[in-house]
């Protein structure tokens, strides 16, 4: 499997073929992951360290369980309490990290571009588990290999994505990876939670459940995302919930075989009714979550390939100097 990437920092460097490499290879990582014996050997003898500077219980403990059955030392470090509290810049940290020899380094941050800077800085593969508003990129993989062995295909389906567009980026990472896979894409919500230049997304926009979800094969609804805003962008949860939460009523509006998703977690009742999250027939958020770990096995597994190949070349030509 060819993959030319030495980090996996976003979506928007991903071509295609490198989009469709990593989901065959999840695929095989899902089988898997429903066996008696999950484990493999593909990252034995690596060193993978997990650094989140924001909370996380889903992706944090996704990504340290993918690590344990390709067979890697993981190790999680605990940024709440670290020494970037007590000032240390992301600078000192790449540098003491270097001092560790990692193969792996696995990194969430509240800032966007911080994951970016921190691989270039650091003698291993990154992998971004979300940065600021910037992206999520396997969280869309997740998501993409969910649809895809939902419908069959991840090509040409019409796409809804629901609710606080403005402070996600997992809507930001799904809107450009839906888009390289030829996918009509809508976003529905209220204009105070869509972003700003929203027409140069080549979306279309709604601030209509009814319109907005006609005839769409997927429905992406999203958390609000409190914690990043800084005023009064809903009325309230009843009136948000009234207008933009995903029910029944509203589902009727969209393909009768639409799939229901959500990256979690979720608040039941403020976007999506609690019911329909756990209608085994319409929903696949139980699904995304399996998917997650099968995604982020592949895309270590990947990148570790890659990091083998840079590192022999190295060792070969000082061994030619």
Not at 149 to 178: E, F, P, T, Y
């Amino acid at each position: 499997m060819r993959f030319d990437h030495d980090h996996l920092l976003g979506i928007e460097p991903l071509a295609p073929a490198d989009i469709a490499t990593l989901l065959d290879l999840a695929d095989q990582y899902a089988a898997l992951n429903r066996r008696e014996v999950k484990h493999t050997d593909a990252l034995t003898g690596l060193t993978q360290i997990n650094m989140f500077f924001e909370n996380s219980t889903r992706t944090q403990a996704s990504f340290e369980l993918a690590g344990k059955r390709l067979g890697a030392d993981v190790m999680n470090m605990a940024m709440q309490a670290s020494s970037i509290k007590k000032g240390e810049t992301l600078i000192d940290t790449a540098t003491t990290l270097n001092a560790m020899h990692p193969d792996l380094l696995v990194v969430r941050h509240p800032q966007s571009g911080a994951v970016d800077l921190l691989a270039q800085k650091v003698n291993c593969a990154v992998l971004n588990a979300g940065d600021g508003r910037h992206e999520h990129p396997t969280q869309a993989l997740l998501d993409a290999l969910t649809i895809r062995r939902a419908k069959g295909r991840l090509h040409r389906l019409s796409v809804a994505i629901c609710g606080d567009i403005a402070h996600s980026r997992v809507a930001r990472s799904n809107i450009i990876l839906l888009g390289k896979m030829e996918n009509r894409i809508r976003l529905i919500g209220p204009p105070t939670l869509m972003p700003a230049r929203i027409d140069e997304f080549g979306v279309e926009v709604f601030d209509d459940m009814e319109e907005g979800l006609k005839g769409v094969d997927v429905v992406m609804m999203l958390r609000l995302q409190r914690e990043r805003m800084d005023g009064g962008f809903i009325p309230s949860e009843r009136e948000y919930y009234h207008r933009f939460g995903l029910d029944a009523e509203k589902l009727v509006h969209a393909a009768p075989d639409a799939i229901v998703m959500h990256p979690g977690p979720m608040n039941r009742g403020v976007e999506i009714d609690g019911e329909l999250a756990d209608d085994v027939a319409r929903s696949v958020i139980r699904e995304q979550v399996e998917m997650g770990v099968a995604v982020r096995m592949a895309a270590m597994d990947l990148l570790a390939r890659r990091l083998r190949v840079r590192r022999a070349e190295q060792s070969d030509k000082g061994v030619m100097a």
